[in-house]
C-alpha cells in the first residue's frame, strides 16, 4: 500500500521503516530541513538498534523515502499517518499544537479521499478535534476518514516491538477506513483490536499508565523493603510468579523517565480533571516516582555525607539502556541534583555522550571515554542506567581505581554478596546495604 508518515522523530521514522520493510511504499515528511537532508544522505539522527540497517535496505529497495513537502506525501498515499511531537506544556497539559498545524496541512492539500490516522500519544477526544479541522480548512471538499492507531513501541527495542506487536489497535467509525488499516497490519500477523477512536485513544494513557504504576507500586514495595530487611527482588519474583500479575516492569529503580511515562501521565491526570474525573490513583504513582528518586539522593547524603567537593562517578546518563535519548532522564536529573550540591562529577554512558555535553544541567561534569575512566580517584560510583556493558566491566579493577570503594546502584546490577566479597560498600535499592567484612 502506498503511506506517508508526516513527522520522521522517533516513532515516524521507526515505523516508516518497518512498513516498507513489510513491503508498503512509504513516504516519511518532516519540516525539518536539514533532517530530510540528513536522511536523504543515509544519516540516521537517532541511535535505534538495528533501524539504520533497515531504513538502508528499503531506501535501497525503493520502498521508503524522505521529503519536506505534505502536498507530495499526501498526493502519494492512501493512508496518511500523523507523528507528530505532543510535548508537555508548564501546566503539565500537552500542546497539540503540531497535530493542529499538520491537520490543516492535510486538509489544504487533500484532494480526494484518504484515510487520516494519529499515531502521535494524545488525549481522548483529540480524534473528534483533528475531524473537524480538516472538516473546516477542506479547499476542496474532498472525503477523508480519522483513525486513531496508537503505538506502542519502546525506545530500545522499537524494531522488535513494530514488528512483533502484542496487539494492533484501530480506532475508527468507518467500515471503509476499518478495512484499509486491516490490509496495512496483514503482514504483522498481530491481534487486532477495532474500537471506537476515544477507546483507542484512553487505551494508550491507560497501558502508559499501568505500567508506570507498576514501576511505582515496586518502587513503594522497595521503601519497605529497605525499612524491614526484605529483599525487593525476592518480592518481584514471587509475586510476578503470578500470572495475574507477571513480572514485566517490576524491577526497582530510580524511577521511570523518558519522553513518554513522565509526559502521559501528567496529560491523563490533566484530561481526567478536565473530564470532572480526577484520577487520583495516578497522581499517587507520578508522586511516588518523584520520591523514589530522592529517596535514593537521601542515602547517598546520608552515606557521603557532604557532597561538596566529592569526587562521584557515575554510569549511565540515557533513561534507560540501549538508547541514545536523555530525555526527562532520571540519571541526569541526579547528576544535576549532586552538581548542584558541589560534587565533581566524571560521567560515562554508553551512547548518550554526544547529547549529554548539551545539557545545561549537567554543565561542569567531566565526561569519560570509559566506564572504568570515570571512577579514576572517585569517592563514590553512581550507577543510573543498567547498561549491559556495566555487568562486564573489571569491578576488582574499578576497587583499585576508586579512593573509598562506595557504590550506589540504583538499578541493582550487581549482587551484593560478590559486592561484599570484592571489598565495596554496596548500596542497591529495596535489598539491604552491604560492607566489606
Ligand atoms: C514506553 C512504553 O513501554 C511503550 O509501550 C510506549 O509505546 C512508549 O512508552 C511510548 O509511549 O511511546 P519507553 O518510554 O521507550 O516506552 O521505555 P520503557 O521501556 O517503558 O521504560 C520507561 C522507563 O521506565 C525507563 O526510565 C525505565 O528505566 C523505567 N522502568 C521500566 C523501570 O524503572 N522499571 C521497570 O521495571 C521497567
Known amino acids: 500500500m502506498d503511506l506517508s508518515i508526516i513527522g520522521s522523530g522517533y516513532v515516524g521514522l521507526v515505523t516508516g521503516a518497518c512498513f516498507a520493510d513489510v513491503g508498503h511504499n512509504v513516504i516519511c515528511v518532516d519540516n525539518d530541513a536539514g533532517k530530510i537532508e540528513a536522511l536523504q544522505a543515509g544519516k540516521i539522527p537517532i541511535y535505534e538498534p538495528g533501524l539504520e540497517e533497515v531504513i538502508h535496505r528499503n531506501v535501497s529497495a525503493h520502498r521508503l523515502r524522505f521529503t519536506g513537502s505534505v502536498e507530495e506525501a499526501v498526493d502519494n498515499s492512501q493512508i496518511v499517518f500523523i507523528a507528530v511531537p505532543t510535548p508537555q506544556k508548564p501546566n503539565g497539559d500537552v500542546d497539540l499544537s503540531f497535530i493542529e498545524k499538520v491537520a490543516r496541512e492535510i486538509a489544504g492539500v487533500l484532494k480526494s479521499y484518504r484515510v487520516i490516522v494519529d499515531k502521535s500519544t494524545v488525549p481522548v477526544k483529540t480524534g473528534e478535534k483533528v475531524a473537524e479541522s480538516i472538516k473546516r480548512y477542506n479547499r476542496h471538499g474532498a472525503k477523508f476518514d480519522v483513525v486513531s492507531n496508537p503505538e506502542f513501541l519502546r525506545e530500545g527495542c522499537a524494531i522488535s516491538d513494530l514488528m512483533h506487536p502484542d496487539r494492533i489497535v484501530i480506532g475508527a467509525e468507518s467500515e471503509h477506513a476499518i478495512d484499509l488499516m486491516k490490509k496495512i497490519y496483514e503482514p504483522f500477523m498481530a491481534p487486532i483490536l477495532v474500537t471506537d477512536i476515544n477507546s483507542a485513544e484512553l487505551i494508550k494513557h491507560a497501558a502508559n499508565s499501568f505500567l508506570a504504576l507498576k514501576i511505582s507500586y515496586i518502587n513503594a514495595v522497595s521503601a519497605i523493603c529497605e525499612a524491614s530487611g526484605a529483599d525487593v527482588e525476592k518480592v518481584a519474583d514471587g509475586i510476578g510468579m503470578d500470572r495475574r500479575i507477571g513480572r514485566n516492569f517490576l524491577d526497582a529503580g530510580i524511577g521511570y523517565g523518558g519522553s513518554c511515562f513522565p509526559k502521559d501521565i501528567s496529560a491523563f491526570i490533566t484530561i481526567s480533571e478536565q473530564l470532572g474525573v480526577p484520577f487520583n490513583l495516578i497522581k499517587e504513582v507520578q508522586r511516588i516516582n518523584v520520591a523514589q528518586r530522592e529517596r535514593f539522593l537521601k542515602t547517598i547524603r546520608e552515606k557521603l555525607w557532604v557532597l561538596r567537593d ?27 541534583e549532586m552538581l548542584r550540591e558541589g560534587a565533581q562529577i566524571s560521567a560515562y554512558d554508553p551512547k548518550g555522550m554526544e547529547k549529554a555535553r548539551e545539557v545545561k544541567t549537567m554543565a561542569g561534569t567531566k565526561f569519560t571515554s570509559s566506564a572504568l575512566e570515570a571512577t579514576d580517584g572517585a569517592e563514590a560510583l553512581v550507577i543510573a542506567t543498567e547498561w549491559d556493558e556495566f555487568a562486564n566491566v573489571d569491578l576488582a ?11 550506589f546502584d540504583g538499578r541493582n546490577m550487581f549482587n551484593p554478596e560478590t559486592m561484599r566479597q570484592l571489598g565495596f560498600h554496596y548500596h542497591s535499592i529495596g535489598r539491604a546495604s552491604v560492607v566489606p567484612r
Open 310 to 336: 566529592k569526587k562521584i562517578a557515575v554510569w549511565g546518563l540515557t533513561f534507560k539502556p540501549d538508547t541514545d535519548d536523555l530525555r526527562s532522564s532520571v540519571a541526569v536529573e541526579l547528576v544535576a
Open 397 to 407: 579493577m574499578v576497587k583499585e581505581r576508586m579512593t573509598t570503594p562506595i557504590v
